[in-house]
């Protein structure tokens, strides 16, 4: 049985507003994708694919009795965002679904996605306080999705939970990096309401280590947990870096987001009449083209270094592994030419950005197809002209300098990635602990958190 492909709005009307890309699916349209959920014996989506461990199968049964009721109880049992993850997590358990053996795999993050929007509609997702206080109090550092995962496993085991942000508002980057297209930002806000009622206490604006000493923290709290995420997003230090035009992408995202949701007045980066060049392939890549569309840009190009993916699973990444395939995002859909094999030499200009000079490469796979190795291709050298060029190329981790490493004396590993000391009852969890991953790896972070 096929999945539904046509859940976008169309394009024509969703590239000229902000407004979430995906339709919403009715009951009707997800029962004959959910029934498909009965008949598997081994359901390697909960077992294998899910970081939370979701119990898919039995959600999906509740959904097709029509009892969304008991489905949302299901979820809830691991999932304590799952309006998150059913709006930007890839899916890691679909790609490990039965059916894909033998057809396409079953809609799971749309039932998903059914199954909160319902229970919101209803008025189901109530606040669920603890039973009774533990007299311990805790220092969450950061609002990101593991900061918050953190803050509510805590805030239920009865601890008072206070959680510092630097940014105006909470979400990381839910609410600073996600375009509002693929995760409105109410969304959040309808979660922190939810939150603060539970007794979790939010203090934005506040940046420890600045605004607040990690040593106060230390000594008025019983644990800290540490989630700042990784800050650091991977340069692209080539000659001509310094011309003006040259933006990081969560410069782009994070000032179009904070326009948006009014926290600021204007639009720092503009890419209407622009000739807009995405450097990075991702999905940050990809959220910066849909952004860039959005804006009136005169054309949009998307590069990366990587070899075209296959269109199909790669023998390299058998199943039930995720797949290292062709991704095509909405975005894409809208409209911006793609293009890979290109390693970026320098930046072109007098002042202000007008082109990048790149190199064709050509890669060594293993026999399974994995590319391993890249060397340029003689005479490739050509030009892109571009008046706005987006860096998405990822994040390599915490800087070294960060005041938060000194003031509580964290450790960190050759690739940077913080180091906690749970005899002390200091815990660091989601990319700060492990490099830059997930949301929804991020969220199962939090909630793993040890002895507490």
Known sequence: MERIHDYYRPAEERKIDFNEVERRLSADELRPQVERCLACGVPFCHGYGCPLGNLVPDQNRA????????????LSVNSDFPEFTARICPALCESCCVHQLDEESVMIRQSEKLIIETAFANGWVVPRPPAKENGKRAAVIGAGPAGLSAAVTLRRKGWAVTVYEKNHD??????????CFKLDKAVIDRRRKI????GIVFKTDTEVGTDVSAEYLKRTNDAIVVAIGTPAARDLTIPGRELAGIHLALEFLGGQNRFLTGETSTNPISAKDKRVLVIGGGDTGSDCVGTAIRHGAKSVTQIEIMP???TTRSPSTPWPLWPYELRTSSSHLEGCERRWNLNSLKFLGKGTVTGVEVET??????????????TPRHGSKETIEADLVLLAMGFTGVPTDHPI???????QTPRTALIGQPEANLYCVGDCASGASLVVRALASGKALPSL
């Open 63 to 74: 959904v097709a009795h029509g009892d969304f009721r008991k489905a949302y109880e299901i």
């Open 170 to 179: 909470i979400g990381g980057l839910l609410r600073y990096g996600i375009p």
């Open 195 to 198: 939150l603060e009622a539970e």
């Open 308 to 310: 075209k993916p296959p």
């Open 361 to 374: 490469v050509d890669w060594d796979f293993t026999l399974e197809g994995k590319p391993v190795k890249f």
């Open 405 to 411: 490493i000194r003031q509580l004396g964290l450790a």
